[in-house]
């Protein structure tokens, strides 16, 4: 069976990585992956997993009808199975690419966020969400990470013909508890022993809230520190009064080492998430989680993590306060999340659910 696989970039965001993810848990499946942008920061791990990469170049948003075109063009030549795309503009894409082709391989739509503030995004991106409403009809299924994601685009006038609800998948033998990670985090990071480290696993983005996060900190006290990773972050202006609290690593490429180094993992984001990948990460390496009720991320860590509303940070920092001072509590909340991912979210049962889906559509 051939997929292809449609996808706005290959940057280190959740979709993306969890596209990686598939692609070697499924090495029994052709995959094709089409970037629709230049960002290939995966390309390479993707590659290495057996998948074809073939960039189109879209030159920005208005680039968008020209590597639809490219894109007709690799859909006749490849005559995939099932076309699955990945993200708004490469829903868009495929769509138009695929009438281009006249192609007869069934389409599907991934959904990967939810409750977006799209005034906070460029005009295009609002314009693209707009058309897929009302081409939300043509694929034969849309797949969503998660029950927030559904209900939000239901409520923009998506009226797909069928949904799936396929949560994200962890790799439970790289994200582990690892007893050694604390110390050398430390170290590196040159903390006293008896501080108490916060990570932070986001990219700069106004739905991850690093602003929130901050002010929540400054109520915090002065032994809480917090390790900020992920784009942008090295760029970000850290308060004064947090100076010698906080550190900013930027991207990293060793997340699985660095998390289990956490004594909490906090996931601070104001609007716009799925299902975020942090908490599952975090929580596959028996970290405790502290999260705002975004998307389905209450579901997720349910009695396994500690859940605040988004937007505020006196609740956060009351409850990063309350978590930094019970360390028995700490250890609980990460045996249970481990548990908890363990049965729920283990990447294999993930990625035989999508074989599933994909098989089932390319037999008709």
């Avoid at 970037?35 to 390479?44: E, I, K, M, Q, T």
């Avoid at 990071?189 to 900190?217: C, E, N, T």
């Avoid at 006196?314 to 028995?328: G, K, M, N, S, W």
Wanted: glycine fraction near 10%; include cysteine; hydrophobic fraction near 50%.
């Amino acid at each position: 069976m051939r997929v292809l696989h449609v996808i706005t970039g290959l940057g280190q965001g959740g979709a993306e990585t969890m596209l990686a993810k598939l692609i070697e848990a499924l090495p029994d499946i052709t995959h094709v992956v089409v970037p629709l942008a230049r960002d290939l920061a995966l390309g390479p791990r993707i590659a290495a997993a057996g998948a074809r990469v073939v960039p189109v170049g879209m030159r920005g948003p208005l680039g968008l009808p020209a590597a639809a075109a490219r894109l007709a063009a690799l859909i006749r030549r490849v005559r995939p199975d099932v076309i699955q795309s990945w993200l708004y503009h490469a829903d868009l894409a495929a769509t138009l690419a695929r009438a281009v082709a006249f192609a007869r391989a069934p389409l599907a739509w991934s959904l990967r966020c939810s409750d977006m503030d799209l005034a906070r995004y460029a005009p295009t991106t609002r314009l693209v969400v707009r058309a897929l409403a009302r081409l939300s009809g043509v694929p034969a299924v849309i797949a969503s990470n998660s029950e927030a994601g559904l209900t939000w685009h239901r409520g923009l006038g998506y009226r797909p013909r069928r949904t799936i609800v396929i949560p994200n998948g962890f790799e439970t033998d790289r994200f582990r508890p690892d007893p050694a990670a604390r110390a050398r985090l430390g170290a590196m990071l040159g903390w006293r022993d008896d501080a108490v480290i916060v990570g932070l696993v986001a990219r700069v983005d106004p739905m991850k809230d690093h602003a929130g996060f901050l002010a929540a900190l400054e109520q915090t006290p002065p032994a809480l520190g917090a390790v900020l990773v992920g784009r942008g972050t090295e760029a970000l202006a850290i308060p004064p009064a947090l100076a010698g609290r906080v550190v900013a690593l930027g991207p990293r490429e060793d997340v699985a080492a660095l998390t289990p180094g956490f004594d909490i993992a906090c996931l601070a984001s104001r609007f716009g998430e799925g299902f975020p990948n942090v908490l599952g990460e975090a929580m596959a390496c028996g970290v405790a989680c502290v999260t705002t009720d975004v998307g389905d991320a209450a579901a997720i860590v349910g009695d396994a993590g500690v859940v605040v509303p988004p937007g505020d940070p006196v609740a956060l920092a009351e409850a990063l306060a309350a978590l930094a001072a019970d360390p028995d509590r700490r250890r609980a909340l990460g045996e249970a999340g481990r548990a908890r991912v363990l049965a729920d979210y283990a990447l294999p049962a993930v990625a035989a659910r999508y074989a599933s889906l994909w098989r089932g559509l390319a037999a008709g």
